[in-house]
């Protein structure tokens, strides 16, 4: 990778990073600082002679750990978030079946579990979890 290509790469990352931040809770932000970051970096050694090389490969390792990182930050919070829709979903669930429970006549609650108890075993191939 050209140095110059390092860092393009390195320039884009940062502002995706900036514009992925502004999307993220308090929460998140908080959790991001309490993650282990992995500080150690790859050993190359060269000579004196070999002194471009070795900020050419320094800035490609740069930029290939700034993307690294940034895809793991996102896969961290759309990975929380989706735990966090799960489980409202659930909620949503239980709660229809509570309100089915008072109102055994009304078959719209029973259609949208009907609905929701599908799509969970379509997404997860097991049904619905009882209630905890």
Do not use: W
């Given at each position: 990778m050209?140095?110059?290509?390092?860092?393009?790469?390195?320039?884009?990352?940062?502002?995706?990073?900036?514009?992925?931040?502004?999307?993220?809770?308090?929460?998140?932000?908080?959790?991001?600082?309490?993650?282990?970051?992995?500080?150690?970096?790859?050993?190359?050694?060269?000579?004196?002679?070999?002194?471009?090389?070795?900020?050419?490969?320094?800035?490609?390792?740069?930029?290939?750990?700034?993307?690294?990182?940034?895809?793991?930050?996102?896969?961290?919070?759309?990975?929380?978030?989706?735990?966090?829709?799960?489980?409202?979903?659930?909620?949503?669930?239980?709660?229809?079946?509570d309100?089915?429970?008072?109102?055994?006549?009304?078959?719209?609650?029973?259609?949208?579990?009907?609905?929701?108890?599908?799509?969970?075993?379509?997404?997860?191939?097991?049904?619905?979890?009882?209630?905890?």
């Open positions: 050209k140095t110059e290509d390092a860092e393009a790469v390195i320039g884009l990352v940062a502002k995706i990073s900036t514009a992925f931040d502004a999307t993220m809770t308090e929460e998140e932000r908080a959790a991001r600082q309490q993650r282990q970051r992995d500080d150690t970096s790859a050993a190359l050694v060269y000579s004196a002679d070999q002194r471009e090389d070795a900020v050419a490969d320094f800035t490609a390792l740069t930029a290939v750990d700034a993307l690294q990182s940034m895809a793991d930050e996102i896969h961290t919070v759309i990975a929380g978030r989706m735990q966090k829709l799960y489980a409202d979903c659930l909620a949503i669930y239980y709660a229809l079946e309100l089915a429970a008072k109102n055994p006549d009304d078959e719209s609650f029973q259609h949208h579990m009907r609905e929701m108890e599908a799509a969970h075993f379509s997404q997860y191939g097991r049904a619905i979890p009882p209630r905890a």
